[in-house]
């Protein structure tokens, strides 16, 4: 399968992020690592991804199956994030305390960074321990801002599927600009994150048992 230059720069900075596994808390603990080819054939799949579009629909209705985590820095964190997101950053992705959102079959996972690499990185390390229920924002928060908050109207020419996209890209905007903290001004400057949603009780579905009663 042919990749073009800039896909194989994010896979390029993900299997130098998958080094950094064996150097997680707690690695040694987590003996179910998926094997180097089958990892390799889930990162061909593009379903890992969710777009800005989608997600912003997924949150003005206040889908109750998504969880967001923010993987960046806590200071990155706390300057801002998306509302209700919950920071689980890098060095803490197979800690114990965040098993419950980051390895089941119940929620929908959307993990986001600045961009989409760093992201990227924390899919393949939980994929790699066949964590389950994750998926990426595309384009990260840089995309976010870019297509959802500050929409770019098209021009004279534009096709009718990107007028619309446009237009529900404007409402979303103003719903989003709505309900953050402080607001985003004219500037694009981001605003200060909201209060974190609280800690859900995720836990995993429970496998049917085989057999019949003796």
Known sequence: MKTNLKEKIIFALMLIGGIAVIFLPNYKKHSKVMKPSVLLEELNKQER????????????????????????SKEDYDHFTLDGAINVPMEDLLKEDYIGYLDQDVYKTILFSNGTSLADEAWMIMKSHDYQGNYVLKGGLNKWFKTIID??????????????????????????????????????AAPKKAKAAPKPMVKRKKKAVSGGCG
């Open 49 to 72: 991804y969710i777009t800005s579009d989608d997600l912003a629909r997924a949150l003005m209705i206040k889908d109750p199956s998504i969880i967001l985590i923010d993987v960046r």
């Open 151 to 188: 929409p770019e109207k098209p021009g004279e020419t534009a096709d009718l599927a990107d007028r619309e996209a446009y237009e529900f890209r404007r409402g979303a905007s103003m719903f989003f600009v709505g309900v953050s903290s402080g607001g985003v001004g004219s500037s694009g």
